[in-house]
T-cell receptor
Framework: QKEVEQDPGPLSVPEGAIVSLNCTYSNSAFQYFMWYRQYSRKGPELLMYTYSSGNKEDGRFTAQVDKSSKYISLFIRDSQPSDSATYLCAMSGNQFYFGTGTSLTVIP | KAGVTQTPRYLIKTRGQQVTLSCSPISGHRSVSWYQQTPGQGLQFLFEYFSETQRNKGNFPGRFSGRQFSNSRSEMNVSTLELGDSALYLC??????????????FGPGTRLLVL
C-alpha cells in the first residue's frame, strides 16, 4: 500500500467553480500536511501547510485535514484559469511523502 | 530570502556519460532532499542530506549518489547514464533539524535529457 494516494484526474472545471482536491494516507503518525502547485515544466510551489487536524484558509484556498479518516483536502474557491496546474499533496514523516498529483484545468 | 537554486537548468547527455547537478538551499536550511520526477512515475525520492550526512535514501540504484558540503550546498551525481534517467531532477530544502518538519521548498529543477 502506498503511503499517500491521490486521484490523478484530470479534472476540468469552468471558471468560478469550487474545486475539491483530495488525498488519503496510511500512516497515522503524520503530523504535517502540505499542498503544492506545479505548473508545467516548473518546480513545485508550496501553497500551504497545516499541522494536525483542522482547517487553514489563505485567500481562495482552504486546506482541511481529518486525521481520524486519514484524509486531507484542498478547496479552491472562485477558480481562475491561472489555477490550471498539477496539485500535489505531501506529508512529513521520517521523510516527505508525496501524492502523484491531480491535474486541474480551469476553463475560461 | 533567496529561494532554492539549481544549476544547470537544462542538460543533454548521452548514454554512458555521467552528470553532476548542484543545489543551493535556502539560507539557514540544513536539510536538502533530491527527487526525480517523470510523467509516468511522479515524484520519486532519491535521498536526503543533513549536516553533510545522508539521512534517508530512496529506492534507486547505486549509480545515483549525492553529497552535501559544510555550507549546506548539495550535489547529486548520476554515473553511467541510461535513457530512463531522462527526467526533471528537483532539489528541496527544509528547516528540519530532527524528526518531522513542517514543509520543504523546491527549486526550479534541472531537466536532464539522455540521448
Amino acid at each position: 500500500q502506498k503511503e499517500v494516494e491521490q486521484d490523478p484526474g484530470p479534472l476540468s472545471v469552468p471558471e468560478g467553480a469550487i474545486v475539491s482536491l483530495n488525498c488519503t494516507y496510511s500512516n497515522s503518525a503524520f503530523q504535517y500536511f502540505m499542498w503544492y502547485r506545479q505548473y508545467s515544466r516548473k518546480g513545485p510551489e508550496l501553497l500551504m501547510y497545516t499541522y494536525s487536524s483542522g482547517n487553514k484558509e489563505d485567500g481562495r484556498f482552504t486546506a482541511q485535514v481529518d486525521k481520524s479518516s486519514k484524509y486531507i483536502s484542498l478547496f479552491i474557491r472562485d477558480s481562475q484559469p491561472s489555477d490550471s496546474a498539477t496539485y500535489l499533496c505531501a506529508m512529513s514523516g521520517n521523510q516527505f511523502y508525496f501524492g502523484t498529483g491531480t491535474s486541474l484545468t480551469v476553463i475560461p | 530570502k533567496a529561494g532554492v537554486t539549481q544549476t544547470p537548468r537544462y542538460l543533454i547527455k548521452t548514454r554512458g556519460q555521467q552528470v553532476t547537478l548542484s543545489c543551493s538551499p535556502i539560507s539557514g536550511h540544513r536539510s536538502v532532499s533530491w527527487y526525480q520526477q517523470t510523467p509516468g512515475q511522479g515524484l520519486q525520492f532519491l535521498f536526503e542530506y543533513f549536516s553533510e550526512t545522508q539521512r534517508n535514501k530512496g529506492n534507486f540504484p547505486g549509480r545515483f549518489s549525492g553529497r552535501q558540503f559544510s555550507n549546506s550546498r548539495s550535489e547529486m551525481n548520476v554515473s553511467t547514464l541510461e535513457l530512463g534517467d531522462s527526467a526533471l531532477y528537483l532539489c528541496a530544502s527544509s528547516p528540519r533539524t530532527g524528526g518531522e518538519a513542517e514543509t520543504q521548498y523546491f527549486g526550479p529543477g534541472t531537466r536532464l535529457l539522455v540521448l
